[in-house]
């Protein structure tokens, strides 16, 4: 387990009513929860293990617009302007620097691709252009010559540290009223009248008048319970850290081997941005034909893996009582190991093009599960068949990211309030039938 989040103490007692409840207490779930209190909305926020213990400690830290689906691009863009307002805000420091980010480009097919995504997204207003070999290495010094043909460089895009926003933002949560409560598994939803009613924990049940799931990758298996198909599926990132160095370059990097970013400790997050391996479990097979498009066009990016998630799985029961023990109190936190294969490849490719990242030490490993819907754009969105019910998930490790913009945009659905960018990218009817109860 990623051994430095931070701790939030939990609140006293579950509430016997509250106005919305969140489910999950990852970034996206405090970042829901942290923008309802801002509203003054009751809100309670219900955790099954830890806040921030599975993706949202794991991921890059990489604050970003470039790159984006063009879907997401209003999104992150309203993220990054409240990125640098956020220390002030929560009253804790979180480290985000904006330092810029480089996608260095091997060839010119990779150069290529990205000169096509500037020119579908500059529109929207981004930081974003092209560097040649020449302008790369001013950018990023210490680079092996010839080792790439340019870049795309984003100078307003930055970092910020996993470990520690998600924590600062539910005690902020907490500071403006909301209860928050860890161990706290939710097994179900109770109804009234076709809507949302109270939600069942296995401490109690409290009446609610909506419900936000912000599960992550549980967040289809809680769906089904409910009798809701949402196509997702968990793919596997695998990351690895050093202790502080001195000497090394400020912005992050990405190419189709690695990817790095300095963190606050002077030392540096390291990854294989094509390395994700894909865990083939029952809803591999499940969600077969929502995912094949995505399989022929990422086969680079997704590798298939067999390994004991497929049997872990299949003993999750997709109906359960609530009244029963549920799958989330029987795995409280997804832990899983990393890749050490993934891991050397990306330090072989590093070193090669970086000497900087030659004969350094490594100080930790760690996996995270990923919750990636068939397009990779996240769902945000009420559902119409269970009404008082929204879906914030399927983010596809770009949760961190555009974790401040997304929060507020679910906060604004849930409260009717003028939505802080179109919410028609993130619609739960885009899969179709495949969005229908099962």
Not at 11 to 32: A, F, M, N, Y
Not at 121 to 149: C, K, N, Q, T
Not at 289 to 294: A, H, Q, S, T, W
Request: one cysteine or more; proline letters at 6%; a neutral charge.
């Amino acid at each position: 387990m990623y051994p430095h989040i931070q701790t939030v103490d939990s609140s006293p007692k579950l509430p016997e009513e509250t106005d919305v409840t969140v489910i999950g207490g990852g970034i996206i779930g405090v970042s829901t929860a942290w923008a309802l209190s801002r509203a003054g909305v009751r809100t309670t926020l219900l955790e099954k293990g830890v806040i921030a213990g599975e993706q949202s400690s794991r991921n890059w830290g990489w604050c970003r617009t470039m790159g984006r689906d063009e879907r997401e691009i209003p999104l992150a863009m309203a993220s990054l302007a409240r990125w640098p307002e956020l220390a002030a805000e929560l009253s804790e420091e979180i480290g985000f620097k904006r330092t810029g980010i480089l996608y260095a480009c091997r060839d010119e097919t990779e150069l290529t691709q990205q000169r096509d995504w500037l020119a579908r997204a500059s529109h929207y207003g981004v930081s974003s252009r092209l560097l040649d070999a020449a302008e790369l290495a001013r950018y990023m010094p210490g680079i092996e010559p010839g080792a790439f043909v340019g870049a795309l460089y984003t100078p307003d895009d930055g970092r910020a540290e996993p470990d520690v926003v998600a924590p600062a933002m539910a005690r902020s949560a907490m500071r403006l009223g909301a209860t928050l409560l860890q161990q706290c598994a939710v097994r179900g939803i109770e109804t009234q009248s076709g809507r949302v009613h109270a939600v069942v924990t296995e401490r109690g049940r409290v009446r609610t008048q909506a419900v936000v799931l912000a599960g992550g990758a549980w967040s289809s298996l809680f769906c089904r319970h409910l009798g809701i198909r949402l196509p997702q599926l968990k793919v596997l990132g695998s990351v690895m850290r050093t202790p502080p160095m001195t000497g090394g370059p400020e912005a992050a990097l990405g190419t189709s081997g690695f990817s790095f970013r300095k963190r606050a400790d002077g030392g540096y997050t390291i990854a294989h941005r094509g390395g994700t391996l894909a865990p083939i479990v029952p809803d591999s097979f499940r969600y077969l034909r929502d995912f094949l498009p995505m399989m022929r066009t990422s086969r680079e990016e997704f590798r298939l893996r067999l390994d004991a998630r497929l049997w872990q799985e299949a003993w999750h029961h997709r109906r359960w009582s609530n009244d029963d023990i549920s799958p989330f109190e029987r795995e409280r936190v997804l832990d899983p190991m990393p890749s050490s294969r993934v891991l050397k490849e990306a330090m072989r490719q590093i070193s090669d093009a970086v000497p900087f990242f030659r004969n350094i030490e490594i100080a930790q490993r760690w996996g995270g599960l990923i919750d990636v819907t068939p397009d990779s754009v996240p769902v945000i969105d009420s559902i119409n068949t269970l009404p008082g019910f929204y879906l914030a998930t399927g983010f596809s490790g770009h949760g961190f990211g555009t974790a401040p913009g997304a929060g507020q945009l679910m906060a604004d659905l849930v409260t009717g309030s003028t939505p802080l960018v179109d919410p028609e990218p993130y619609r739960f009817s885009r899969f179709g039938k495949t969005g229908s109860k099962v």
